[in-house]
């Protein structure tokens, strides 16, 4: 079902995890041998990841407002969609509409390795590439297509912009998916706000819906 084919696509969510674990001050040589990593070597560094504190107690609802006191931000989520604590154990706040099978999410990484004065530049660390994606979506028998990558912003801080297309099998249908995510880091943790829908359900009013999102999105940390 279509229902079955949105909740596959939440498994996108942690695949930055993999550019964060070569997360350096190095040389550019040094920064691309770190990119190679497999995907056995990934899973084993996953596994030492903190786990996300998803507990709802650190949540406070107002209407579409969600702020997380744990993780200290606020973004305000499209109006009158469903609002939970999302299925994902990295995501800690979603928005569903049901009509155009479309989610919304804000995921938290802990990365406890990197050392606090590099905490807050992404760019120091390359996007992960098409193939590297596709590593990861080969663990759900899934392929990236129609992949970008861009430098972005979330509050002020650099990010990473990335989108692609994937099909998504559910019983004997296929679906065509868009996913577009943006992934900052900040103080040793990357947070990643992303919209999952059918590309046919992906117009003029999702993009102003997702632009509108992202620019809601700021950080309460006192520095």
């Given at each position: 079902s279509l229902t079955s084919a949105t909740q596959k696509t939440n498994t996108y969510y942690p695949l930055f995890e993999f550019v964060i674990n070569s997360f350096k001050v190095s040389n550019q040589?040094?920064?691309n041998d770190d990119m190679?990593?497999?995907?056995?070597?990934y899973l084993k560094y996953k596994e030492q990841v903190p786990e996300t504190d998803k507990n709802p107690k650190n949540n406070r609802w107002t209407n579409e407002l969600y702020r997380n006191v744990k993780y200290k931000f606020r973004v305000s989520f499209p109006k009158n969609w469903e609002y939970d604590g999302g299925a994902g154990n990295k995501i800690v706040?979603?928005?569903?509409?049901?009509?155009?099978?479309?989610?919304?999410a804000?995921?938290?990484?802990?990365?406890?390795?990197?050392?606090?004065?590099?905490?807050?530049?992404?760019?120091?660390?390359?996007?992960?590439?098409?193939?590297?994606?596709?590593?990861?979506l080969e663990?759900?028998?899934?392929?990236?297509?129609?992949?970008?990558?861009?430098?972005?912003?979330?509050?002020?801080f650099?990010?990473?912009?990335?989108?692609?297309?994937?099909?998504?099998?559910?019983?004997?249908?296929?679906?065509?998916?868009?996913?577009?995510?943006?992934?900052c880091l900040c103080q040793n943790k990357v947070y990643t706000l992303v919209i999952n829908l059918p590309l046919e359900?992906?117009?003029?009013?999702m993009i102003i819906l997702f632009d509108r999102f992202i620019k809601s999105f700021v950080f309460e940390i006192v520095f």
């Open positions: 040589k040094k920064q190679e990593l497999s995907v056995e070597e706040a979603r928005a569903t509409n049901r009509e155009k099978a479309a989610t919304v804000v995921s938290v990484t802990h990365l406890e390795h990197i050392k606090s004065k590099d905490s807050s530049n992404i760019f120091k660390t390359p996007p992960l590439t098409k193939d590297q994606m596709n590593k990861f663990l759900q028998n899934m392929k990236a297509e129609n992949y970008k990558s861009e430098k972005a912003y979330l509050n002020n650099p990010a990473y912009m990335y989108e692609f297309t994937s099909e998504v099998k559910a019983g004997t249908d296929t679906y065509t998916y868009f996913s577009k995510q943006i992934q359900n992906w117009d003029e009013e």
